[in-house]
């Protein structure tokens, strides 16, 4: 779910909230994204479900975004390019949720897991779609099959379509 950034984003409503909170209560996954839903938007019983707390900075812009050591986001770092890089809070993981990316040079979460036994969750205040794909394992591809994977019981593939001569 992507909420989207400053001067073009979607806040959650009280409705749609509880529509995604009992798909999670029914043992579902969710990747939320947003630059405002965090920390600006009003909070809802879904943001609760994400174990993520925030922490008010000074404006500052995301330069590169890197893995957290001990994660499956180890060893993955990503430039970062949007038309608008720059973010005035932090995520923090309430335990037992654990930080998966970092800001560079602040080393603080823009990322967070949380496995809740009965859903997962995955809350981000960095846009996927303005990680710059680096050399391997750094590219969206792996993150995504790393998310995926962290999420379970979730099957992606492709079918090849033999070809035909016209």
Same mark, same amino acid.
């Given at each position: 779910l992507c909420l989207g950034i400053y001067y073009s984003s979607h806040e959650l409503t009280v409705a749609e909230a509880n529509i995604l909170s009992d798909y999670l209560e029914g043992g579902g996954k969710l990747y939320m994204e947003g630059r405002l $839903?965090?920390? =600006?938007?009003?909070? $809802?019983?879904l943001h609760n479900m994400f174990n993520i707390n925030t922490e008010e900075v000074s404006w500052y812009e995301y330069d590169s975004i890197s893995g957290f050591p001990g994660t499956f986001t180890e060893g993955m770092n990503f430039d970062y390019e949007m038309t608008q890089p720059y973010n005035n809070y932090y995520l $923090? =993981? @309430? @335990? *037992?949720a654990f930080e998966l990316l970092k800001s560079a040079p602040s080393s603080t979460a823009v990322m967070v897991a949380y496995d809740a036994g009965d859903y997962k969750t995955i809350g981000s205040n960095a846009e996927f779609g303005g990680l710059v794909d680096g050399?391997? *394992?750094s590219t969206k591809i792996e993150l995504l099959a790393r998310i995926l994977e962290f999420f379970g019981d979730i099957l992606t593939g492709t079918e090849e379509n033999p070809s035909k001569e016209i």
């Open positions: $839903t965090w920390f =600006a938007d009003q909070q $809802t019983v $923090t =993981a @309430e @335990e *037992p050399l391997d *394992p």
